[in-house]
């Protein structure tokens, strides 16, 4: 499957955007997928992941509560809703899909496919 992330760009703090992963190839409805983030300098950490069907989600702590992952199997298609953005929350996102979530669900090893970062720079 191959993935094309968008929907990056620069916000001030305290605002919102949606990114956008879209899906080719194989059914997107046969994956679980994810959301990373990777600042300068830094790890690549997780953000968002949800199961194959969209009935089950899991945050990281520091997004819980201002982002939401969805999936739409008809539009091969995942989103990542991001409010009351923050200064730190400023990296280059990815997506990424795997066969199924697991107990790493939050590590990059879970995931078979990854797309190119978009970029999302919150200024304060």
């Known amino acids: 499957v191959q993935l094309q992330a968008s929907g990056g760009g620069l916000v001030q703090a305290g605002g919102s955007l949606r990114l956008s992963c879209a899906a080719s190839?194989?059914?997107?409805?046969?994956?679980?997928m994810g959301w990373f983030r990777q600042a300068p300098g830094k790890e690549r950490e997780f953000v968002a992941a949800?199961?194959?069907?969209?009935?089950?989600?899991y945050y990281a702590d520091s997004v819980k509560g201002r982002f939401t992952i969805s999936k739409d199997n008809d539009k091969n298609t995942e989103y990542l809703q991001m409010n009351s953005l923050k200064p730190e929350d400023t990296a280059d996102y990815y997506c990424a899909a795997a066969p199924y979530l697991s107990s790493n669900y939050d590590s990059p090893a879970r995931y078979d496919y990854w797309g190119h970062g978009t970029q999302v720079t919150v200024s304060s």
């Open positions: 949800i199961s194959r069907r969209g009935t089950r989600t």
């Open positions: 190839g194989r059914t997107f409805s046969v994956y679980a």
